[in-house]
C-alpha cells in the first residue's frame, strides 16, 4: 500500500474542519430557518463525502466536529454542550454512531475499490513486463536487459541484478546507495530474501525450484507481495532459458566441430593413402625393373616420401591447434 504522508494528513484534516465550520456558518447565518434534521443530514452528508474522498480519519474527524458543532450551535441551549431534551442526547449519539460507522463502511469499500484496481494494474504490467523479457536481446547482458525492463514496466526508483552464473550486477536507476554487491552476492549465494520497509527497497533470489541463478533488489515504488513474487519468478525463468540456450548453442557448436574434423580426418586418410600407394609401386618396381629404370623410381619415393612428412606435420600441428 502506499503510505500518506504526515503532511498530506495533517492537509486533509484541516480541510475537513474547514467543510464542516462551512457548514455550519451557512446554516446559523444564512439559512437559519432549517430545521435540526436537515442540518443533520448535511453533516452526515459531508462526512460520507470526506470518508469516500480522503478515508477513515478524515472522516471520524468531520463526524465528531460535527456533532459538536451541531450541539453547540444548533441545539438548546445554545453555545453549550448540555443538552436539556434528553431525546437530543439520543440523537446526537445515533448521528454519531451513524457517521462513524457509514464512514468506516464508506473507507472500507473504497479501499477494496482501490485495491482491485491497483491488482488489475498489477497484473497488466505484469503482463506487459512477461512479454518483453520473452523478447531479450542474445546479444546484450540478459540480466541487464532484466533489470531494465522491470524499472521500465513499473515505473521505478531502481532495479539490481547480480547474475550469478556470469559473476556480474546490473543496475538501472537510482539504486546504487540502497544496497550494496556485497548484500546482492550473498541473497544469491544464500538463497535468502529480505525487505527493508524503511528505505523501500526488496531483495529475493529468482529460482525455480533449484539452486538460485543470482538476485534481484527492487527499489522504490509500490508492488505488492504477489506481484514481487512473480516479478522474481519471470526473471528466473529468462534467466533458466538464457543458460538453457547458451548450453544448446555450445553443443551444437560441439556437434558442427565433430563434423568438421570427421571431415578432415577422412580427407587426410586419403591424402595419406595416395602417397602411400605411390611409394609401394615404386618399391615394387624397383625388385622388377633394370638398374637403369630404379634412379627414377627412387626419385619418385623419395617424392612422395617428402609429401607423406608434410601431411603428418600437418596433422600434428592441427591437434595443437584443437588442444
Not at 188 to 197: K, R, S, V
Not at 283 to 312: F, G, H, N
Amino acid at each position: 500500500m502506499i503510505k500518506r504522508r504526515p503532511i498530506h494528513i495533517l492537509a486533509r484534516i484541516c480541510a475537513t474542519l474547514l467543510i464542516v465550520a462551512a457548514i455550519t456558518l451557512f446554516y446559523f447565518f444564512v439559512f437559519n430557518q432549517a430545521n435540526s434534521t436537515t442540518i443533520a443530514m448535511t453533516f452526515l452528508l459531508a462526512t460520507l463525502g470526506v470518508a469516500t474522498g480522503w478515508g477513515l480519519l478524515e472522516a471520524i474527524v468531520a463526524s465528531v466536529a460535527g456533532v459538536l458543532c451541531f450541539n453547540f450551535f444548533f441545539l438548546p441551549p445554545l453555545f453549550t454542550f448540555y443538552l436539556a431534551d434528553t431525546q437530543n442526547w439520543v440523537a446526537l449519539f445515533a448521528f454519531l454512531v451513524t457517521a462513524v460507522v457509514a464512514s468506516q463502511l464508506s473507507a472500507s469499500a473504497k479501499q477494496r475499490a482501490l485495491e482491485s484496481t491497483r491488482r488489475r494494474e498489477e497484473m497488466e504490467r505484469l503482463y506487459e513486463l512477461s512479454r518483453a523479457l520473452m523478447l531479450v536481446d542474445e546479444r546484450s547482458a540478459t540480466a541487464g536487459q532484466i533489470s531494465q525492463r522491470i524499472a521500465q514496466e513499473f515505473e521505478l526508483s531502481g532495479v539490481a541484478v547480480f547474475d550469478r552464473g556470469a559473476d556480474q550486477i546490473y543496475r538501472t536507476g537510482t539504486i546504487d546507495f540502497a544496497i550494496s554487491d556485497t548484500k546482492l552476492r550473498d541473497s544469491a549465494l544464500q538463497g535468502t530474501a529480505f525487505h527493508d520497509p524503511e528505505a523501500n527497497l526488496s531483495v529475493l533470489p529468482p529460482s525455480l525450484g533449484r539452486e538460485p541463478q543470482g538476485s534481484l533488489a527492487i527499489y522504490g515504488g509500490s508492488i505488492s507481495d504477489t506481484a514481487l513474487h512473480a516479478i522474481g519468478n519471470l526473471a528466473a525463468i529468462v534467466m533458466e532459458r538464457a543458460l538453457a540456450e547458451a548450453a544448446a548453442r555450445r553443443m551444437e557448436a560441439t556437434q558442427q566441430n565433430e563434423a568438421m574434423k570427421s571431415m578432415l580426418l577422412d580427407a587426410l586418410a586419403h591424402e595419406f593413402k595416395t602417397p602411400l600407394t605411390s611409394i609401394k609401386a615404386a618399391a615394387s618396381s624397383i625388385l622388377d625393373e633394370r638398374p637403369s629404370a630404379q634412379k627414377e623410381l627412387v626419385t619418385v619415393i623419395e617424392e612422395e616420401s617428402d609429401r607423406l612428412d608434410l601431411l603428418v606435420s600437418e596433422t600434428i600441428r592441427m591437434a595443437r591447434i584443437e588442444r
